[in-house]
Every structure is written in structure tokens, then in C-alpha cells.
């Protein structure tokens, strides 16, 4: 205990009262200095007033919850960031906390000698002298040229000017922005200088294709240098925002890296002109988009060729991601299964699709040769079941309809899984393929009252 810092300042966040007491006790107890917050957005104003050398957090949290605080506190924090010990009963929640940049993971119910010794060690790692600032920005720039290079050999024979890669690359970026609902989305590559191209931009965008952007430019050299993602939900409050997006009039900017092949060779920005909130579950969406959707730079033509179908392993993430924003924010939910009459061009039924307006949270996967998987997220109450009446109005338009199978959460819904969404709009497209062609079988999941009908029986005459 000699190394540590005398009273080194704690920031504890978690929603229960007795836990944060506990905390409270425990840390004191060990010589910290403890700062307490209910929520994320209270641990959020507490960090950027404060700089607490450690903060520990809990993962479900009304309002911001401890993965978006993490992501808030990666873009709203000058660097260094102060360790972010996150904590859960959820095991599942452990990969997602240490992709976002969580220091260590610890499952709940929590043991007092494992949180003390976790903040020692935080303490150590954050320990920082001049020399090793040096030494620190020796390395990123190391790590910004190796990256360049791999990105470089990895684009090697890639004809951008192809109208086959320009046209693919330019809906893609269209798609992106009308998911998200944004102001707008751009896709960049690394060119032999090491500086970033903008390939293609969606409509409205104040960056124009063709634009360059040096390796510091945008927040752009962190991206691909670490491959690791970064967000800034407000420029004008974030002291090291880029002088370029301030010159743009960006406010709102979201950096993933776009892989071939696991290797960065360029990013998916998405941005706005207006400040904005966005979930850990969007950030998990945009970083799923850039590692899944070119397949190789080798075929760069044909996997953007059919703008916005995933794999079945990518829909059910995205499926899931998009479940828990809906859980926290409410509104409608609904997923399909649809099969089209055999023979028709599954690019044809995508153009209907994204044409039936509503594209924004509208998600479409494989299904077998013939069929499609649907999901479509709206903050309104029946958003989401208008939409997906439309969209599959559209299908029936463009091919003639089999059967579909579809499922609504209705107010209140219960919570099931991705698995299980899946499996009962599969089992709904089972009974619609035993009716007449064109059947569309459609459930609303409710939660029920329970009533107690040990008296409800009727009388006796």
C-alpha cells in the first residue's frame, strides 16, 4: 500500500443505495477518497468536473447505463482516461465492457478484497511520468504507419474509379445514413501516403467524396492506428475536438474501422451537425457494420453489391443490439420472416424494400434462397408495425408474397431474446405456409395481467 497515492479520488456509480454504501465503507475504509453517483449521466458530470483517478461502474443502470457511460467517456474526457473498473451479475456483459475500453470486469456479488486489489492495480497503471509521454507518443506514431502499410498492401489492386466500386461503395454509405437516421455518413480508405480518401459520402453530406484528410485529421489517426472506435456526441463541448470538424460544422462524429480481412484500411464516419446521444448497443451496430460488411478487398465489388443484407450470424447480433436499445427506450419492435415466389432477383425486393420509407432501423437478412428475415425498431408505438406492413407490401409488389410470418411487441411487451423473437416469427411462417399462398400470420406479444380466479369460479345454483 506504500505506492499508492494518499487519498487517490474514487468515483463509485451504481443504482442501488447498499451497494453504493458499500463502496462507501470499503473504500474509505482502504485510505480513497469516494465520490458517489446513482447514474451514468450523473457519473458522467461528476468525471468531467472531477477527473476521479478511478471510477467503477455498474452495468444496469436506469437512464445511461455503465456501457454508455463508458462510451460517453472515451469522447467526452481528455485523454489520459482514469481506469473504468465495470461491474455485473451478467457475465455476458464482460466482452462488450472490455472492447469499450473497461480496465478490468468484476461479477457481482462483489468481494471486498477483489474491488481493493483491482484498485490498487488501477492506481499503479495510471501512473504516468514525463519520459513515458515520450515514449507514448513514439509508439502511436509507430502504430499510425504500420497500420497505414498493412491498410495499403491490403487495398493493393483496387480500383476505386471502377463504376462497379464507386456505385456499390456510394449506396453503402446512402444505407448507413438512412439506418441511422443521420445527417450523414461517409466511407474513407488509406491511400500510400497514409492519409484518408473519402471514397463515398452520403447525400447531405458536408464532406465531399474526394475529399483528403491527413492522418490527424477528423479524430481519424486513433481509429486506424489502434483499430479501436471512437465517439463525440458534442464537438463544442469537447476541448480537443478537431479543428476540421469545427471548420465542417460537425458536432456529432462516430469513427469505426472498416477491415478487410481483420485489417483496417479505412473507417465509417458518421457525423451531424447537431449534437446527438448514442447507445453502446449503436456503437456495437456501426463496429459490426465495418467488420462484416466488405468481405475481402480482393471481391470489393461484389460485397457491396447488395447493399444491406447481412449474414444470419450478423442480423441476430444486430437483432439483439437492437433489442436492448428497445428495452431501455420503449416504442415498437417487429420481426418477419418472408418468402417470396421463387425466381425473382433478391435485388429487386431489396430496392422495394428500402423504398417503402422505412429504412431507418430496418433490418433485412438471409433466409434460404427465396426468403428474407425482417426486423424493424420505431420509438413510436406502432412505427415499427406500419413499417413492416409497408415493407412488406412492397415485397408483395415487387414479387408475389408466399407467406410471411411476423411478430409484434405490443405495449408492454415481455422481454424475449433474439432466439426467441426468431424462433417464434419462425414458427409463425411455419403455420402461414400451410395457409393459401400469400398467408401472413402475424402475433402481438403482450404481457398479461395475472388475475387470481381462486373465486372467479361461477356459482352453484
Known amino acids: ?38 447514474d451514468g449521466q450523473q457519473a458522467l458530470e461528476l468525471a468531467r468536473a472531477l477527473r476521479p483517478d478511478v471510477i467503477i461502474t455498474d452495468v444496469s443502470m436506469p437512464g445511461m447505463d455503465g456501457l454508455e457511460l463508458l462510451t460517453r467517456l472515451r469522447s467526452d474526457l481528455a485523454p489520459p482516461l ?9 457475465d455476458m456483459a464482460e466482452s462488450t465492457a472490455m472492447r469499450l475500453g473497461a480496465f478490468r470486469f468484476l461479477r457481482k456479488p462483489l468481494e471486498t478484497a ?20 515520450t515514449r507514448e507518443k513514439g509508439r502511436i506514431r509507430q502504430a499510425r504507419e504500420r ?7 491490403a487495398l493493393e489492386g483496387v480500383d476505386f474509379s471502377a463504376p462497379e466500386v464507386a456505385f456499390g461503395l456510394q449506396g453503402l454509405a446512402e444505407w448507413i445514413a438512412g439506418y441511422f437516421g443521420l445527417g450523414a455518413a461517409a466511407l474513407t480508405f488509406v491511400e500510400g501516403s497514409g492519409d484518408l480518401r473519402v471514397r463515398a459520402a452520403s447525400h447531405g453530406s458536408t464532406i465531399a467524396a474526394g475529399s483528403v484528410f491527413d492522418g490527424r485529421a477528423l479524430y481519424s489517426s486513433g481509429v486506424l492506428a489502434s483499430g479501436a472506435s471512437l465517439v463525440v456526441t458534442d464537438a463544442a463541448a469537447h476541448p480537443f475536438a478537431s479543428d476540421r470538424a ?66 444470419p450470424a450478423t442480423f441476430r447480433r444486430l437483432l439483439a443490439a437492437e433489442l436492448a436499445i428497445h428495452r431501455r427506450a420503449g416504442g415498437s419492435f417487429d420481426v418477419a420472416i418472408v418468402e417470396y415466389a421463387s425466381g425473382h432477383d433478391v435485388d429487386d425486393v431489396l430496392g422495394a424494400l428500402y423504398c417503402a420509407e422505412s429504412a431507418p432501423r430496418l433490418g433485412v437478412g438471409y433466409g434460404s434462397s427465396d426468403s ?46 433474439a432466439q426467441d423473437l426468431m ?14 399462398p400469400g398467408t401472413v400470420e402475424r402475433f402481438e406479444l403482450r404481457r398479461e395481467p395475472w388475475h387470481d380466479l381462486g373465486d372467479a369460479s361461477p356459482e352453484r345454483p
Not at 482514469?82 to 451478467?90: Q, R, T
Open 82 to 90: 482514469p481506469p473504468i473498473v465495470v461491474c455485473s451479475g451478467f
Open 372 to 417: 428474407l428475415a425482417l426486423f424493424k425498431r420505431d420509438p413510436t408505438a406502432t412505427g415499427a408495425s406500419r413499417a413492416m406492413s409497408a415493407a412488406l407490401g412492397a415485397v408483395a409488389a415487387t414479387a408475389p408474397l408466399r407467406a410471411a410470418g411476423w411478430i409484434s411487441l405490443g405495449p408492454d411487451p415481455p422481454s424475449p431474446s
Open 246 to 311: 469545427r471548420q465542417l460544422g460537425i458536432r456529432f462524429f462516430v469513427g469505426v474501422p472498416l477491415s478487410f480481412d481483420d485489417t483496417p484500411v479505412g473507417s465509417i464516419w458518421l457525423f451531424d451537425a447537431a449534437p446527438r446521444s448514442f447507445a453502446a448497443e449503436d456503437l456495437l451496430i456501426v463496429e459490426e457494420l465495418g467488420r462484416g460488411t466488405l468481405r475481402s478487398s480482393t471481391a470489393l465489388p461484389q460485397s457491396v453489391e447488395r447493399i444491406g443484407m447481412f449474414t
Open 423 to 436: 424462433e417464434l416469427a419462425h414458427g409463425a411462417f411455419a403455420q402461414a405456409c400451410a395457409g393459401a
Open 1 to 38: 500500500m506504500a505506492n499508492r497515492p494518499a487519498l487517490a479520488r474514487i468515483l463509485a456509480v451504481d443504482d442501488s443505495a447498499d451497494l453504493r454504501e458499500l463502496y462507501e465503507l470499503a473504500l474509505e475504509l482502504a485510505g480513497y477518497s469516494v465520490v458517489l453517483a446513482s
Open 114 to 133: 477483489e474491488l481493493l486489489a483491482v484498485v490498487a492495480l488501477a492506481l499503479q497503471k495510471r501512473v504516468v511520468v514525463a519520459d513515458s509521454v
Open 147 to 153: 497500420a497505414a502499410a498493412a491498410a495499403v498492401e
